[in-house]
């Protein structure tokens, strides 16, 4: 009887082994198979910018490289109802994707609107804002926030800017959303280069680089930028 007990109970704890070993390999399987996908399916790495235009619908735009609207408010704020410049009305907010390359950038020009800047995939993105107290505003909009970059970046209303990339995938994917939402015939306004180079001496080189960079501007259109 004894024998029997004993043989029993070492039984069980032997299949517990079993049992625990098994659950502990199938864990470290799963955690090795995760791994192993994030590193061989990195796809800002995979993708070009050829692929993220074809994929997204985007399209050349005459201020932000390639651009789709995304988002555009069905209500409105009737005329009157708004201060100036915004005094015929507006719808509440807009949307849109926009992709960057270099021969394709951010060109000089500002909207009337506030928008907000995210940062989704690719090259960070080198902005040049050019404030009203003629200040001039560096900032990186990226995924390295230990280093200071931004993953989203507010531009006031009525404030110059222009963008280029700084990275080795040559191009960025990110996002503009506008309150109220913009109008681009009455919104986006295209920069004098060599005024605002001049108001502005200590980027006038970057704003002629950046300029200089543009591919066949005439090809596109003025979007909601």
């Known amino acids: 009887m004894r024998y029997s007990r004993s043989h029993s109970s070492l039984r069980r704890r032997l299949l517990k082994g079993v049992a625990a070993v098994g659950a502990a390999t199938a864990l470290s399987s799963l955690r090795s198979n995760a791994q192993t996908q994030t590193r061989v399916t990195p796809m800002s790495d995979e993708l070009t910018s050829d692929e993220v235009v074809k994929l997204l619908n985007l399209e050349p735009n005459a ?31 807009s949307a849109l994707y926009f992709l960057v390359t ?25 902005l040049f804002l050019l404030h009203s107290d003629r200040r001039a505003e560096r900032v990186i909009v990226g995924p390295d926030i230990r280093g200071g970059q931004r993953v989203q970046l507010l531009i006031p209303g ?20 506008e ?12 920069g004098n280069l060599d005024q605002l180079a001049a108001d502005y001496p200590a980027v006038a080189s970057d704003l002629r680089a950046i300029a200089a960079s ?8 003025v979007g909601p930028r």
């Open 102 to 126: 270099p021969e394709a950038p951010v060109r000089l020009h500002r909207i009337r609107n506030d928008q907000l800047y995210h940062y989704y995939l690719g090259d960070p993105l080198e």
């Open 179 to 190: 309150w109220p939402g913009v109008v681009p015939k009455e919104d986006v306004e295209l």
């Open 214 to 221: 543009v591919g066949n501007p005439a090809a596109a259109s």
């Open 158 to 177: 009525n404030t110059f800017h222009t963008a280029r990339l700084v990275g080795p995938r040559r191009w960025f994917l990110g996002a503009s959303t």
């Open 63 to 93: 201020t932000c490289g390639f651009v789709r609207v995304t988002f555009l408010s069905k209500q409105s704020v009737a005329p009157g109802g708004l201060p100036a410049p915004f005094l015929d009305g507006r719808p509440l907010g």
